[in-house]
């Protein structure tokens, strides 16, 4: 139903899809809130000049204008256009800034809303989705602690998100700190450049990013390929990520007496606590990945990818970093540390790869049968007092053959029809109520003031079709 | 907050208010998934055709544009443009047509989202704000049964609202084919122009709307008469509802053997059985009011408002009708009946006017005390074992003081502080894990394995400020 949207880049889901995606969403935010993360949403507006701060992304931008300004719209600078926010980072800190005398610190939140980005689509790429973000915002300073366990509470929203087909997921952690004291400690001056460039691995390869460091960013041969030897540093705990470290140092001559060795060593005791205290709790879940860069400059520490197993076509599904510099406000300053999972991606591909589906379609375990037009509140009565109980209850369109009213039930996955009392033409025919599992064919009589359908019938859930039998 | 936005039309709730709203919602979906509507979502922009076509809206638009087309956006015809929805009906018969194939009808959906009007914001309107619908379509045809089914789901909806604060609420329902008859048999033409100007009744009063049918529909003095003696028409059940239409129809000249009666007649059927099989299920809950006019044109039949007891100054909070043409596809015909709340203003209603706030800010119940950042990961593993037992739980941001990390928990509402295991410097000073709950003082022994909340403060719920108390 993605594929078919009829606009594309907005997906759309049918019932029995949202019914998954409402149920990965109430998952992700049982997570987060079990984690003490207070829930907040912002406007889907953001003044232009807000919006364009983030140089990179500008061209994602979609601006609005009134009706009434159609023909006049570029009279007014886009600075003071409003626009369609493209991530919950920016909002995020506008809020904070703006409400900051009302919140507690640090501030824990989670967000999860539709985002959008007037891109030219891509295959697979959406101009609208959903993102779920968490982020820690301290006024002032911000505690290290919070950038191991805010991707910890993240690995725990992906492991809950198995259930749903999603393949186990692990997080690569980088620090922007090591990255930019290393390549100073090479001679590099263009860093952002540097990053941006290698942020590019995984797409063009080793090749192509060592020529575009070397035209593009000033570096010669061997700065570049001191650039790639980091990259390809991986460790799963901080002596390992340490030793190697120290290794490419001395092979290329960085020099421990020196400002950038000292940025770099910051940067590497924070990553090496990340995978160290990371491991105490969830072993392999979070690892060492220095070739982690992410595009976005407002990262000033920590940066986070997360890759899935046996999906590398997904990309990083959940993203993110620290950031001192996101929000002030005069002469304060409030250091950030978050990340954001692209939820309708994932949603994409336990729909389409995965298998997932609802139980049924309705969120009804029972069908009212209506014997005739005029009993129609008595059906009505019944699904009253099943409702009362918790138990979601639909009532047949219309008094139609029994045989077509068990037909809509079938249709939308309702597993119970009932069946009011009914009088019969002789005292033979009568019946009380009944109710019938149509998946199972048993039929039982029942009381609509006692009755309780078998747990596993009783809510909505989400399965993982078995492809080889499908 | 919504006072304080920092952009007028888009309210932006603090996390305890929001608390409330999320919760608002979680309580209106619960009951439209109780009653087997389905949840789906749709995308935030439609065409600027299907946007137009509600002739009385085109002037709420806010169109979209990328910002790469800023200075040529004039170029694109309006029709061809995007814009944001700002409703869930016109969305829903965009969805149900493209979707038809993949629907079991009759398609009974809720849908909980943003819409947006780009319109100069007054006192209390809002350019963005959040709606709860539900909506019946049928597929050729629909049954009666929906018209009276669908506000009594709101009533159910509105009744439990009522613990947030609202007030009781009444359904006030008039058709449309009965209006239109009766002022055709009155001999007026502009029937549009008649049900504009009664719509106007409760902002101007009778003596401006009667002057209003005789400048503007044609009406002379005895014919604007007689439109507000209809209007004057309530009724809580079918037969005094009968009786008050036929003592105007004879008042007023209205012939039995004319098209113009039979339309009317009709319409009071419907009308008069909405009134008597609400009244069985929920008495008092829906009345006829022959006011009730709703200025938009695509209604066929019944129409609802609904009006809260005690607040006449919020207007209706919860409107809709039956539409029989609003989806077509061919010769195919989709007619619906729906109903719709406007939830950001209850919501600012139960904030600002009932007291409802939080019964905490943070979701978590606990908050674990650390002694110092080198046990950290012992209060880490205290709150993992509580949330893999459902119990939400924060860890304190800094091993301050103990007041300090008392007053954090305190700020966020949190009842309970967990202090680990403390070894003490002396036998004597050790103590096992403890559980304070800093509302009430009392303090226990405590094991994370085993350990449950109090019921009361298991869970963040709302409650409703004792205006006199506070």
Sequence with gaps: MAKGASLSGFPEWLPSERAVEQRVIDTVRKVFELNGFLGIETRAVEQGSSLLKKGETSKEIYLLSRLQEVGSESDTPVEDRLGLHFDLT???????VENSGALTFPFKRWQIQKVWRGERPQEGRFREFVQADI??????????????????????????????????ATVHANNRKLSEGFYRGLGLTDIEGVLREVDKLDKIGAEEVTKLLVQECGA???????CLALADLTADDGSSLRLGFETLCERYNINH????????????????????????????AVIADLKIARGLDYYTGSVYETFLDGAPALGSVCSGGRYDNLATQGKKRYPGVGLSI?????????????????????????????????????????AAQLRKRGIAADVSPSAAKLGKQIRYADHLGIPYVWFPANS??????????????????????????????????????????????A
Excluded at 258 to 277: F, K, N, P, R
Excluded at 344 to 371: D, E, I, T
Aim: proline content about 6%; some cysteine; overall charge negative.
């Design 90 to 96: 920016v909002p995020l800190s506008r809020y904070v």
């Design 220 to 226: 010669d041969q061997s700065q570049a390929e001191a």
């Design 135 to 168: 982020d820690v915002v301290g006024n002032g300073d911000l505690p290290e602690h919070y950038e191991v366990e805010l991707p910890l509470v993240m690995v725990s929203v992906m492991e809950e998100l198995r259930a749903f087909g999603m393949p186990k």
């Design 424 to 469: 019969g033409d002789s005292p033979e025919d009568s019946k009380g109520e009944q109710v019938k599992n149509i998946l199972t064919g048993e039929q039982q009589n029942a009381d609509c003031l006692s009755w309780m359908p078998d747990t596993v019938y009783a809510q909505q859930s989400v399965q993982i079709e078995d492809k080889a039998q």
């Design 257 to 284: 007496d020196t400002e950038a060795y000292t940025l770099a060593s910051e940067g590497l005791a924070t990553l090496a606590m990340i995978v160290d205290e990371a491991a105490k709790i969830r072993p392999g």
């Design 342 to 382: 692209g939820l309708s991606r994932l949603v994409s591909y336990m729909l389409h790869s995965a298998g997932a589906k609802p139980s049924r379609v309705s969120p009804a375990a029972v069908l009212v049968a209506v014997w005739d037009e005029e009993s129609r509140s008595v059906s009505n009565g019944i």
